[in-house]
């Protein structure tokens, strides 16, 4: 096949060359070449953006392996693959990013042998390293159904049942506990942000992002491949985060009435101007657009609503892990063009693997039946009683 270089290829060329430059800065000249983070501001962009969005915007695998399997939502079968390439993709580049963060990657299997069950960081990580393999055990059957090996997808329904188990488990363990890091903080991140509550804000920020993760994706795999649009999946995608919304804003209010900072968060400051621009594009605008049936009904806009949500809790995310410091700290903290052309490297190389596992691999429905997976190879298990013994990726064509 003949490579044609369209406008896209030459940006994700572009973007690819500065980022190993930028590689380069960083592994040879290291951190304080490559970044503006000093020993008082040592969690940047990286940790800000890729790691904690990355964890969160890789939210959907869980969220749609859940749905079907454990509260038999059979509708949102035909989602459920591309869910999962989405986490599994999501927390390997996590991990690229934290490489990148570590002042001595070279060392990071050293948490499997110095164990310290005390610290939330330990926590995080053994979470994030023992789901990705999860996510790889569940990724394994687009592969085998591809190249037609039978057995082995056969072997991987046997433990699939204890996969699922494990990855929700997993999955709601390492959500909470990334915003467990900063309760350690009480007197360096603003009080906008502080709370105790971070747990549970954090694990309910990635259900509503997983949910608007799928809308995206699905609208946009449908634009790239040609593919036919599941409205009523994206239906009953918009009403669930339309309810993940609500719980999420009242649970904010609630804790600003309950910490006294209602009348703080009306008065002009560098850090409410940030805040407002969130709740603006979390909670606002998602709401104001979802609560009509108009638009729920309308891929369109409920496209234009998951932006919104997941662009949202992005700011929240980096207000957290940077806005939030600014004011202890003394000033404010800038990326070097290095930590965004790294970020931009591992965001673009996201979207690359995502195009080619479409085109190669069984992940919607229409690759299936181009690549000739057998009937049989669907589960005799399709009761309601036992529907958690069925392999993520064999209902993706439903």
Known sequence: MKFKLTFWRVVFIVIMALGLYSSYIRYFHGLGAATNMTDQFPWGLWIGFDCLCGV????????????????????????VRPAVLTAFLGYILFIVGLLFDLGRPWYIWHQVIYMNPHSVMFEVGMCVMT?????????????????????????????????????????????????????????????????????????????????????????????????????????????????????????RLEDYIHRGLVR???????EAYFLWLELVLTYVIPIAMLSFKKVRLSPQLLYLASISTVLGFITNRLNIALIGFETYVGHHYVPKWTEFSITLMIVALGFALFGVAAKYLPIFGEQKERLGVQAHLRPAVETGHAATATPVLEHAGD
């Not at 915007?57 to 869980?62: E, T």
């Open 264 to 270: 703080q968060i009306f008065k002009p400051s560098y």
């Open 131 to 251: 789901y990705t393999t999860v996510l790889f055990f569940e990724f394994l059957p687009n592969v085998f159904e591809a190249v037609n090996w039978k057995a082995p997808i056969k072997w991987i329904k046997k433990i699939y049942p204890v996969l699922i188990v494990a990855g929700i488990l997993l999955s709601t363990l390492h959500q909470s506990s990334l915003g467990s890091l900063y309760l350690i903080m009480p007197s360096k991140l603003h009080p906008f942000w502080y709370t105790p509550a971070l747990p549970f804000f954090f694990f309910g920020s990635a259900i509503a992002v997983g949910l608007a993760m799928t809308i995206f994706e699905s609208t946009q795999s449908a634009k790239a491949f040609g593919r036919h649009l599941e409205l009523p999946v994206l239906v009953t995608l918009g009403g669930a985060l339309l309810v993940a919304l609500w719980v999420n804003a009242l649970l």
């Open 56 to 79: 969160m915007l890789a939210a959907g695998g869980f969220i749609m392996v859940g749905a079907v399997y454990l509260f038999n939502v059979e509708r949102l079968h035909a989602v």
